[in-house]
């Protein structure tokens, strides 16, 4: 007699809410351990798309002056002079920033232009005057801003970039280039590093000899593919050590909770009698499977749901802490979606199937006796 498939859902669904209990931690668990494994690896995505997003408008090109100690100031017009004539280079920009102090605090202090601002709808701060990324939180109101790098300068606020730039400038200064020189100690013609933008992206890094060439000092260049990949890949080792982390006892959880759930599950008596009820081993087999599914589908849909939900938006201070170790007053940490199907298969599978197979191999064995041992060895 062959059960036909609606009865066969309806008589699922019955047989799991007989055993409301150990079927819901088993649901509960499913889903825990695909939240843990599809976030890490959806996080690993956003971040990897979001950092290329900022960069699309980041140089082509970034060239450095190198010296006995290290990095120096380069000479601005000498540097556009040298690249000028280079086949390839569209546009070449000096520009003027670096690390000081604001307190307790590392931020980056960045000689503006009006080009730099516009994108946020602002304009270039006057002399004496600053606009800060979302980590300036003054103690009263028309609290001065003090940085101190090779000399101190004291600012005014006008303006605190809006919460949507903190991802790429939270951290960020924007100064006048004449605070920028004083507090940076360049002098009229020193800039940082030279900034380059090139016809075809694909070019960059075919320039790098005719640019060390060009220079009559020692540079350093870097792509801007060489700063994605960087990112990619710091991205990519954290999160195989979450993984890693994770993975063991994560798993260990779920097949301590499934071996509960199968020991309390359906018994080798109800098998014999639905077999002498007329049931055929493929009905009891389905029937197990249907059983399984019901709860298994559900749950690892609600973990990879949660998952994107977690990161393709604000990610929470806590998250964001415990993955990535940010200070919990860190940015705004809006992130692009970064989900990709193969994450959701891949993950899904990696769950579901040994369920299965922990379901389906014991159902096997029991489907295939015959009644009267099954009614005979009740379990």
């Known amino acids: 007699m062959a059960v036909r498939m609606p009865l066969m859902l309806v008589w699922a669904a019955r047989e799991n809410l007989r055993r409301p209990g150990p079927n819901l931690l088993l649901v509960v668990c499913l889903a825990g351990l695909t ?5 890490v690896l959806l996080l690993s995505a956003s971040l990897e798309r979001t950092s290329a997003q ?26 556009l002079q040298a ?39 602002l304009t270039l701060p006057q002399p004496g005057h600053a606009i800060a990324g979302g980590w300036w939180r003054p103690r009263a109101q028309g609290d001065a801003l003090v940085l101190t790098g090779l000399h101190t300068v004291t600012l005014d606020v006008d303006a605190v970039l809006p919460p949507s730039t903190d991802m790429a400038a939270f951290d960020t200064v924007f100064l006048n280039p004449v605070d920028a020189r004083r507090l940076l100690g360049l002098s009229a013609d020193r800039a940082s590093d030279l900034a380059l933008y090139v016809f075809h992206p694909g070019e960059a890094d075919a320039l790098r000899p005719e640019l060390r060439e060009a220079f009559p000092w020692p540079v350093a260049i870097r792509t801007r593919t060489e700063t994605q990949e ?50 055929t081993t493929g009905d009891i087999l389905r029937l197990k499977l249907y059983q399984a599914l019901t709860l298994a589908l559900p749950a ?13 938006g604000p990610l929470t201070p806590a998250l964001t802490h415990a993955m990535l170790g940010w200070p919990e007053g860190g940015p705004a940490r809006t992130l692009a979606p970064g989900a990709h199907p193969g994450v959701f298969v891949g993950v899904g599978g990696l769950v579901l199937l040994p369920y299965l197979t922990a379901v389906v191999w014991p159902a096997l064995r029991t489907a295939a006796a015959l009644p009267d041992e099954l009614l005979d060895k009740e379990t």
Request: aromatic share 6%.
């Open 300 to 312: 690892i849909t609600l973990g990879l749901a949660l998952s994107y939900m977690l990161t393709s």
């Open 83 to 121: 690249v000028q004539d280079l086949p390839g280079v569209n546009r070449a920009r000096p520009r003027m920033w670096g690390l000081v102090q604001s307190g307790a605090q590392s931020v980056t202090a960045v000689g503006a232009d009006d080009a730099d601002l516009a994108a946020a709808g």
């Open 230 to 279: 960087w990112y990619r890949s710091g991205f990519g080792r954290r999160s195989s050590l979450v993984v890693l982390l994770w993975l063991p006892a994560v798993s260990g959880l779920g097949l301590m909770v499934l071996a509960v759930v199968q020991r309390q599950g359906g018994t080798r008596f109800a098998a014999g009698l639905l077999k002498a009820l007329g049931w």
């Open 35 to 39: 939240l843990c494994l599809s976030l």
């Open 54 to 79: 900022l960069l699309e408008r980041a140089p082509d090109l970034v060239v450095r002056r190198l010296g006995p100690g290290g990095w120096q100031p380069m000479p601005a017009k000498a540097a």
